[in-house]
């Protein structure tokens, strides 16, 4: 059983001449994604479908009146390919180098110190409790200020993963900066 052919085979000539354009933007359009029936070669003519042309066509012209931007075309998704795969190529390296950190490494990373910070905290209170009873307030604010400092100081990814310089430790409100709050 023969399957019935909607439109007319054409050559690249004949469907620039009805659709109104030139052979340039039929090429256009073929890298676009536009269906061939039989792409063209040296001395043999592309062949195609007048009726697949023309639903491409108003398919483009719909996506592009709905501002969909998760359309597009065959170059444009070649390209972001391109660029998506060299941006992972990019970022290996990085990873590599050290210059990056995986977000499940930093992820465990902050609950351990979040872990750590809390325990020593909760447990402040009753390892100082003895050494505050005959103390004035200031000495109570320096040795709590001091214990704090300590328990800052233990953070385990200050040391593996240092901030590039002091400056920017204190702008981020680095350890430093939080025991001189």
Known sequence: MVEKVDGRIVSQSELAAIMGVSAMTIRAWERKGMPVVHKGARGRPGQYNTADVIRWRAEQAA?????????????????????????????????????????????????????????????????????????????????????????LDALAADEQYPLEDDAEAGAVGGPEAAAEA
């Open 63 to 151: 996506l592009a009146a709905t501002g969909d931007t998760h359309a597009m075309d065959m170059e444009e998704a070649r390209r972001r390919k391109t660029a998506a795969e060299a941006a992972l190529v990019e970022m290996d390296l990085a990873l590599r180098r050290g210059e990056l950190v995986e977000v499940e490494v930093v992820g465990r990373l902050v609950a351990e110190e979040y872990a750590t910070v809390r325990a020593n905290i909760m447990a402040m209170s009753g390892e100082m409790a003895p050494d505050l009873e005959h103390r004035t307030a200031l000495e109570i604010e320096e040795l709590l200020s001091t214990k704090v400092t300590e328990i």
